[in-house]
């Protein structure tokens, strides 16, 4: 009986262990905190390019808030492609193997941006600037995962 009870403990302690360990490794290390600073660093810039250009296209020049979305993303994303690949994720994938991958994640990324922009703006009523935060946040976490895992993912070389 005593024996039986001391097994279950050591049952127990060994589960609590493994959950530690599986824990562990849902937390980022030292190497992806400073790829996630890093990312966030490009992203910011980019994300202060793209506010730029989309408050320019629609105060300057009055064109309609989802069209200077678009066109203000596209544009940020060429600033934002070599960065991302050269600094961030400090990729070693050629070009022709990153570029497609990238436009994908980017098409998609556009998609969500507008989506989320066009209910916060237009059905919610709320000033487009604002809405466009929501909208960069929710793109902000679909590009980091698509770009760290697939995109710009560095191969082994070993």
């Known amino acids: 009986m005593e024996n039986e009870a001391i097994d279950k ?5 060994d589960a609590i262990v493994m959950r530690m360990h599986a824990l562990k490794n849902l937390l980022p290390g030292k190497a992806t905190l400073a790829e996630l600073t890093r990312f966030g660093i490009v992203g910011l810039s980019s994300v202060g390019f793209y506010y730029a250009l989309l408050i320019g296209f629609v105060e300057l020049f009055g064109v309609p ?7 203000a ?3 940020s994303m060429v600033w934002n492609y070599w960065r991302q690949r050269n ?5 070693d994938r050629d070009h022709r193997s990153s570029i497609p991958g990238y436009i994908m994640t980017h098409a998609i990324g556009m998609g969500i941006n ?5 209910i916060f703006a237009y059905y919610f ?3 487009y600037i604002l809405a466009q935060v929501f909208a960069t946040c929710a ?16 191969t082994d070389s070993g």
């Open 9 to 13: 403990a050591q049952v127990n302690k």
């Open 65 to 71: 808030v989802i069209f200077s979305s678009i066109l």
């Open 73 to 75: 993303y596209l544009v």
């Open 87 to 91: 600094w961030a994720f400090k990729s």
């Open 114 to 118: 507008t989506v989320v922009l066009y």
């Open 125 to 127: 009523g709320m000033y």
């Open 139 to 154: 793109v902000a976490a679909w590009s980091y995962l698509s770009l760290k895992l697939w995109v710009f993912r560095v």
